[in-house]
């Protein structure tokens, strides 16, 4: 049994979910698990709804639903599929169309809302490749994600329940599991609630089914022809990296490489579960390999975190940053939903890098002024350099100010800023 994750880009149109059933008709006959994300770039516009919503703007978050109810009606438009097998699309439009009549309360939860709006966009590019894949004759099975993966009530960071979960799909399988499409991205309470499993949580949906099943690989499938060695955003030349072990996988997702989700790695290292990252538009081609023994001669590979911001820490009597004070610091920091993505402290300083979110940093920033004296930098930028030398260093620093640094034998960190902007 094998699991394929196809991300939004693979069924952002009706090309694109085309190509995806191309892909699966190579696996009939084949036990096949098919975890799919939402369409495109369907999540940003459903974030966009709960934004609107939740501050008041009801005929504005009503506008942007229709939007992306037309954006899908004009993909389906293209199969001719029958009217039965769109219902279930149908009814979600409904449901969503509902929810937003009504005003929202003082007390309405934010993440509780998003978590109820924005894993429509799983259910229904599932329910559409679903249906396409019927309607050419493919004998596929829809599953629930959210009646299968176990979370607790943790919204929009869902914690999962392994023992549950496993036994929750291994009970809905059965016997001859065939063709499969779930979701990624999300799951549910035991009380019947969505929840959803972190930003891009997909790639980690697909490693849990692996896990549940024992599969014998997982496939990313991306629009990229393996794991890069950097973001083509950010370099012009990039070196495609054939293999990888599962330790620099993990580190270079939790740095903040986009290819791979950060907790996508651990429970595929705990079977030994293969995992390959290959190209939806090259599908022969090898791709990356994660799970090899040993790389021997490692690639210098490149993380880049734009929109930062570094956040210094001072005790407000000069005492020392000691014990009680980081626990009090990473305390607030969790409460706050904040992931901290590097950290350095003196005697009397303590200095973080997270991601600029103006949804959370400001109440953040007023709970540490109540400890702390607190000064910040905003939008720099994170270098993260694995298996990095000095010339790679001197590359990324061409053109920046260096503000924090931070090594280990095998990765650096650099917090920088753009010259241009120091000198303004």
Same mark, same amino acid.
């Given at each position: ?26 696996? !009939? ?63 979600? *439009? ?7 009549? %009504?005003?929202? !309360? ?48 943790? *919204? ?53 089914? @692996? ?33 990888? %072990? ?25 079977? @030994? ?20 023994? !040993?790389? !021997?001669?490692?690639?210098?590979? *490149? ?27 990473? @305390? ?17 300083? *303590? ?74």
């Amino acid at each position: 049994m094998k699991v394929y994750k196809f991300g939004g880009a693979s069924v952002r149109d009706a090309a694109g979910i085309r190509n995806v059933g191309t892909i699966i008709q190579r696996e !009939t006959g084949n036990d096949l698990i098919v975890v799919v994300s939402a369409m495109g770039k369907t999540t940003n516009a459903l974030e966009d709804i709960v934004v609107s919503y939740m501050a008041g703007r009801i005929d504005e978050a009503q506008l942007r639903w229709q939007n992306v109810v037309i954006t899908h009606e004009l993909i389906v438009a293209e199969f001719e599929l029958p009217d039965t097998l769109l219902a279930p699309v149908r009814a979600i *439009f409904s449901s969503i169309a509902s929810k937003l009549a %009504t005003a929202p !309360t003082t007390l309405t939860s934010y993440d509780a809302v998003y978590d109820e709006i924005v894993p429509m966009g799983e259910l229904i590019s599932t329910h559409i490749l679903t249906a396409y894949l019927t309607h050419i004759g493919l004998p596929v099975r829809w599953a629930d994600a959210r009646q299968l993966v176990r979370t607790d009530d943790t *919204f929009r960071e869902g914690k999962v329940d392994w023992e549950t979960t496993k036994s929750q799909i291994q009970a809905f399988v059965g016997d001859r599991i065939g063709l499969l499409v779930t979701q990624g991205f999300i799951g549910g309470t035991a009380n019947g609630e969505t929840t959803t499993l972190g930003r891009e949580g997909s790639d980690y949906s697909a490693a849990i089914f @692996g896990y549940s099943l024992g599969a014998e690989s997982i496939t990313i499938w991306k629009d990229v022809p393996g794991v890069l060695n950097a973001d083509p955003r950010y370099f012009d030349e990039t070196v495609l990296l054939p293999e990888l %072990t599962y330790q620099d996988a993990t580190e270079l997702a939790y740095y903040g490489a986009t290819v791979i989700h950060p907790k996508t790695i651990k429970p595929l290292q705990n079977k @030994g579960i293969p995992l390959y990252v290959k190209s939806f538009l090259k599908p022969d081609q090898p791709g990356t390999l994660v799970g090899a023994p !040993t790389v !021997t001669k490692p690639t210098p590979s *490149f993380i880049f975190k734009v929109n930062q911001l570094l956040i210094s820490l001072h005790p407000t009597d000069f005492s020392f940053i000691a014990e009680d004070n980081l626990s009090l610091i990473f @305390g607030l920091f969790a409460t706050a939903g904040v992931k901290i993505n590097l950290m350095q402290n003196t005697a009397l300083s *303590f200095s973080v890098v997270v991601d600029s979110k103006p949804d959370r940093i400001p109440d953040l920033l007023e709970q540490l002024r109540g400890h702390f004296r607190v000064a910040y930098n905003e939008a720099l930028e994170l270098i993260t350099i694995r298996h990095y030398d000095q010339s790679t260093i001197d590359r990324v620093l061409v053109g920046k100010k260096l503000l924090l640094e931070q090594k280990s034998r095998s990765t650096v960190q650099l917090v920088v800023r753009e010259e241009a902007q120091c000198t303004a």
